[in-house]
Structure formats: structure tokens, C-alpha cells
């Protein structure tokens, strides 16, 4: 969680949102554990789409500071680096996965197309 000194956590709700909000962070975890729990930076560039490259890294690192995802770096050339999420970002896809059967239920009775 990027911390601000000026902000401080009132309650364990907004310290998990903190965490997981932004209109990123979550998507990369639900793409990842979709993916058999491994993607790699490129992967997840083509999977968001709409991210710029500075974007993305950022948030990779967020996750990655809250331990959220596992930063894997191999040593070859061209370099190699693979993101997982870690047993405690896994204890979130449950969550995950009920906010987005709300959203999905939500865009059906507004007729929305994604």
C-alpha cells in the first residue's frame, strides 16, 4: 500500500480497499489467477490494454509491496520476469470473483455491453 503520511486508515475496509482499489489492481489479480497463476509482463500489457507501460509497472510494484503478487526474475538474456499471486492475494479471488457476478448482474439489468 503506497503510503501517504496524510492518510490514515479509519477502518479494515478502507485498508483493503487501499490495497486492491484503483481501476487496475484488481483486474491484474483476476488475469493472473485466470492465467493458472502466472503471467508475464507482456502478457498483462495485452490482456488491460488500456495501461500505459508506466501504469503498469506502478501498479505491478504496489501489488507486489502489499504482498499481493510474487515478483519472479529470471536470469537470461533477453530478462524474463513472471508475476503470481501470493497466498494472500489468492484469498482474495473469492471476493473478486462475487464483485464481478455483481457487476455482470448489475450490466444486465442496465442492458450495458462491455
Same mark, same amino acid.
Request: positive net charge; charged residues 30%; proline residues 3%.
Given at each position: 500500500?503506497? @503510503?501517504? &503520511?496524510?492518510d490514515?486508515?479509519?477502518?479494515? =475496509? ?5 490495497? /486492491?482499489?484503483? !481501476? ?9 489467477? @485466470?492465467? &493458472? ?6 502478457? =498483462? ?5 488500456? /495501461?500505459?507501460p !508506466?501504469?503498469?509497472?506502478q ?8 504482498k499481493?503478487i510474487?515478483?519472479?526474475v ?16 489468492m484469498e ?23
Open positions: 500500500m503506497a @503510503k501517504n &503520511n496524510s490514515e486508515v479509519v477502518c479494515a =475496509l478502507d485498508y483493503a480497499f487501499r490495497r /486492491i482499489g484503483g !481501476k487496475h489492481k484488481a483486474r491484474i489479480m483476476w488475469y493472473i489467477f @485466470k492465467k &493458472n497463476n502466472v503471467l508475464r509482463y507482456g502478457e =498483462l500489457k495485452r490482456m488491460i490494454g488500456n /495501461i500505459t !508506466k501504469m503498469l509497472t501498479t505491478l510494484r504496489e501489488l507486489e509491496e502489499d499481493l510474487n515478483r519472479k529470471y536470469a537470461q538474456v533477453p530478462p524474463k520476469v513472471e508475476y503470481s499471486l501470493t497466498q494472500t492475494g482474495l479471488i473469492p471476493f473478486l470473483d462475487h464483485v464481478g457476478a455483481w457487476g455482470r448482474k448489475q450490466m444486465e439489468k442496465e442492458n450495458y455491453t462491455a
